[in-house]
């Protein structure tokens, strides 16, 4: 029993100091953990910080570009018809038996477009002729009558008065003939204009002939644009209309239809009070309009009442270009991302106007030095880092490696 309590004694100092060397050690331990990045943090890179920003995206630059482009006037207008015939009915009363054209037909000068029926017309020419007839035997007798009296008239067996007589029975009955030719003539008249008949080459825009009904006199049965003409009647500013002459080409963009192409006819020697806007009139070239047989166009997809855009070509001038893949389009506006100090982007505003095939015009928020990502905007964010490659010594570096 003693000798278990010695030994005891004896362990506890024992056990605390092998205790207390392996919390030394275990210390010694964390902190060579903790200094080991310090050390070997970049082992490609020595002393680099460890958190160092990476490019978001590699991209090339561009500068915006001076070009020359055509200078436009810009305006918007409808679509008219160049003119519009109103095609009636010359006869009174008389019942449509057929209608021959429809609205949208391309019809010919002389064309039939409608048929009145023609009984009762045939009719009073029949009654026209055989009243023709009637004085025409009147005046045979009048005039075998008048020719006896100046034979007799020197022997005085008819009296002065007889014979005056039958002289101006005779004048009388020539009257009388040539008012039935006339009347005769008149009716037959009145019969050719049983048809309806087109007043010049064109297509019907509007009909409101039908079968059966009566026509009254000058009541409108078809509507006629003449030789398929069409104008477009642009609203142009009082500002620019001195920049505009007969004769310029335009380019017209119809909304809904294929752009057409125009050139100016004439310009309103008015400017409205209220708007401070001046018309001008545009003739659509034939192959857009709607189109007339005999006219030289064929129909197309613009339309009379149709809205249109269009520019006025008046010239050239310098433009400060981007192709279009550096322009993004975010909630309605236009922006570039330029490329500054460190390869940081900046989200930049800018005013777009022309588009010339690949490239835009840039008229504001941009200056001429200002260098931008060319293509991937839409992945970047304001404030990104990127890897930039020049695309002039890309190419020239390819180029290089040819020769």
């Known amino acids: 029993m003693v000798h278990l309590a010695s030994r005891a004694r004896t362990r506890g100092p024992v056990m605390l ?10 210390a010694v331990g964390w902190l060579g953990v903790i200094a080991l990045p310090a050390s070997a943090g970049d082992g490609d890179k020595p002393g680099a910080p460890a958190n160092a920003a990476r490019p978001a995206l590699t991209v090339n630059v ?17 679509i008219f018809a160049w003119q ?51 004085a025409q035997a009147l ?40 008012a039935q030719r006339a009347a005769l003539e008149a009716q037959q008249l009145r019969l050719g204009k049983a048809q309806v008949l087109a007043p010049d ?14 026509a009254q006199p000058g009541q409108e049965l078809f509507r006629l644009i003449r030789q398929g003409r069409l104008e477009w009647r642009a609203e142009v500013a009082a500002t620019e209309l001195a920049q505009i002459r007969t004769g310029q080409a335009v380019r017209v963009q119809p909304v809904g239809a294929p752009a057409a192409a125009g050139r100016v006819r004439m310009v309103a ?26 006219a030289g166009a064929a129909p197309g997809a613009v339309k009379a009442g149709m809205f249109a855009r269009g520019e006025f070509e008046v010239g050239t001038g310098q433009a400060l270009t981007l192709p279009q893949t550096a322009v993004l389009q975010r909630e309605g506006f236009s922006y570039v991302f330029r490329v500054g100090a460190g390869n940081k982007v900046q989200q930049v505003k800018v005013v777009v106007g022309r588009r010339v095939g690949e490239r835009i015009e840039i008229t504001g928020g941009l200056e001429p030095a200002a260098r931008v990502v060319a293509q991937g905007a839409g992945f970047l964010a304001d404030g990104d880092l990127v890897r930039v490659v020049e695309a002039g010594r890309e190419a020239a570096a390819k180029e290089g490696a040819s020769k």
Request: glycine share 8%; charged share 15%; net charge negative.
């Open 17 to 26: 100091a092998v205790a207390a060397a392996a919390l030394v050690l275990a």
């Open 62 to 78: 561009v500068s915006p570009q001076p070009a020359t482009w055509p200078q436009v006037v810009a305006a918007n207008g409808s």
């Open 84 to 134: 519009e015939a109103s095609v009636g009915a010359e006869a009174p009363g008389w019942r449509i038996a057929e209608v021959r054209a429809q609205v949208g037909d391309v019809v010919r000068r002389g064309q039939v477009l409608a048929v009145f029926a023609t009984d009762l017309a045939e009719a009073d020419l029949a009654q026209q002729r055989a009243a023709l007839a009637e």
């Open 139 to 178: 005046l045979v007798e009048a005039t075998a009558n008048a020719n006896r009296a100046r034979e007799l008239q020197p022997s005085g067996v008819l009296s002065a008065q007889h014979t005056q007589q039958l002289l101006t029975a005779e004048r009388t009955a020539v009257a009388r003939v040539e």
């Open 201 to 214: 080459a064109g297509v019907i825009s509007a009909r409101s002939a039908t079968v059966g009904a009566v």
């Open 269 to 294: 020697p008015t400017v409205d009070a209220a708007t401070r806007n001046g018309l001008v009139f545009v003739d659509l070239l034939p192959a857009s309009g709607a189109g007339a047989a005999g």
